[in-house]
C-alpha cells in the first residue's frame, strides 16, 4: 500500500532491509528486521515506499514501541524516559507526538454544551495564553493566543451569537473545574521544567485530561 495515500498498488520496485527498534524484554533492547518495498502509486503517479501498519511514522521505531514511550510521559518527564529507554530527548517528544495523537484522535471532536474560560502564565514575564474547556467533559478544548485581551479569545469564539443566546442566568454552571484544571496544568508544567516547543506544551495539556490509550492500540501482527 502507498504511504502516501492507501492506495493498494501493483507495481513494486527494489525493495531494501531495514531495523524498527521494538519493546524491550528484560533489559534487552529488540529490533525487528523486515524487508521494505518501494511501490508505485497510480493515483500519487509516483514511487513511495509500502505503508506497514504496525511500523511507527518515525520508521526507526514500531509503533507499539510509540505506544510504550507516550504511555510513559504521561507521569515522567521526558528526560527520564529518555535515560530509561537511552533516547535522545527529540526522539521521545517525537514519538509522544504519536501517542498523543492517537488520543486526540479517539476522543473525537469536541462539541462543548458548557465552556469555561482562564488563562495560563506558559512562562515567566507576564506570558499568558488562554484555554478553553468543555466543563461537561471536564478537559480542555483549546490553548491559544498570544496573551489574555479579547482579541486572543476572538481565536477560539467562527459561533458567538449562540454562545451569548445561551449564557442567561438560569443557565449557571460551576466553575470550580477551571481552577482544579489550572492546578493540574501547573503540576505538569513543573514536571516539564519548561517545555520550549510551545505547540507541544499545548498538545500535553489537551491530552492529560484524555484517558490512557489501553494497550493494544498499534494496529498491525506486532
Given at each position: 500500500?502507498?504511504?502516501?495515500?492507501?492506495?493498494?498498488?501493483?507495481?513494486?520496485?527494489?525493495?531494501?532491509?531495514?531495523?524498527?527498534?521494538?519493546?524491550s524484554?528484560?533489559?534487552?533492547?529488540?529490533?525487528?528486521?523486515?524487508?521494505?518495498?518501494?511501490v508505485?502509486?497510480p493515483?500519487?503517479?509516483?514511487?513511495f515506499?509500502?505503508?506497514?501498519d504496525?511500523?511507527?511514522?518515525?520508521?526507526?521505531?514500531?509503533?507499539?514501541?510509540?505506544?510504550?514511550?507516550?504511555?510513559?510521559?504521561?507521569?515522567?518527564?521526558?528526560?527520564?524516559?529518555?535515560?530509561?529507554?537511552?533516547?535522545?530527548?527529540?526522539?521521545?517528544?517525537?514519538?509522544?507526538?504519536?501517542?498523543i495523537?492517537?488520543?486526540?484522535?479517539?476522543?473525537?471532536?469536541?462539541?462543548?454544551?458548557?465552556?469555561g474560560?482562564?488563562?495560563?502564565?506558559?512562562?515567566?514575564?507576564?506570558?499568558?495564553?488562554?484555554?478553553?474547556?468543555?466543563?461537561?467533559r471536564?478537559?480542555?478544548?483549546?490553548?491559544?493566543?498570544?496573551?489574555?485581551?479579547?482579541e486572543?479569545?476572538?481565536?477560539?469564539?467562527?459561533?458567538?451569537?449562540?454562545?451569548?443566546?445561551?449564557?442567561?442566568?438560569?443557565?449557571?454552571?460551576?466553575?470550580?473545574?477551571?481552577?482544579?484544571?489550572?492546578?493540574?496544568i501547573?503540576?505538569?508544567?513543573?514536571?516539564?521544567?519548561?517545555?520550549?516547543?510551545?505547540?507541544y506544551?499545548?498538545?500535553?495539556?489537551?491530552?492529560a485530561?484524555?484517558?490512557?490509550?489501553?494497550?493494544?492500540?498499534?494496529?498491525?501482527?506486532?
Amino acid at each position: 500500500m502507498c504511504s502516501c495515500c492507501g492506495h493498494r498498488c501493483q507495481g513494486r520496485y527494489d525493495k531494501r532491509t531495514c531495523l524498527a527498534r521494538d519493546l524491550s524484554v528484560a533489559d534487552w533492547r529488540i529490533y525487528v528486521q523486515f524487508e521494505r518495498w518501494r511501490v508505485y502509486c497510480p493515483r500519487c503517479r509516483a514511487v513511495f515506499v509500502e505503508r506497514l501498519d504496525w511500523l511507527a511514522e518515525n520508521p526507526r521505531y514500531t509503533q507499539r514501541f510509540a505506544m510504550r514511550i507516550g504511555a510513559l510521559c504521561r507521569t515522567m518527564t521526558n528526560k527520564d524516559v529518555a535515560e530509561l529507554e537511552r533516547l535522545h530527548d527529540s526522539t521521545v517528544k517525537k514519538l509522544d507526538k504519536i501517542y498523543i495523537g492517537k488520543q486526540v484522535a479517539k476522543a473525537g471532536l469536541p462539541a462543548p454544551r458548557v465552556i469555561g474560560v482562564d488563562e495560563i502564565a506558559i512562562r515567566k514575564g507576564h506570558d499568558y495564553r488562554i484555554i478553553v474547556s468543555d466543563l461537561d467533559r471536564g478537559r480542555p478544548i483549546w490553548v491559544g493566543g498570544r496573551g489574555r485581551s479579547e482579541e486572543d479569545l476572538d481565536l477560539f469564539f467562527r459561533h458567538w451569537d449562540g454562545i451569548a443566546s445561551y449564557c442567561h442566568p438560569e443557565n449557571k454552571f460551576s466553575l470550580g473545574l477551571v481552577e482544579g484544571l489550572n492546578t493540574k496544568i501547573r503540576v505538569l508544567q513543573r514536571r516539564a521544567y519548561g517545555y520550549r516547543d510551545e505547540d507541544y506544551l499545548k498538545l500535553k495539556i489537551v491530552a492529560a485530561f484524555l484517558p490512557p490509550l489501553r494497550r493494544g492500540a498499534s494496529n498491525g501482527p506486532l
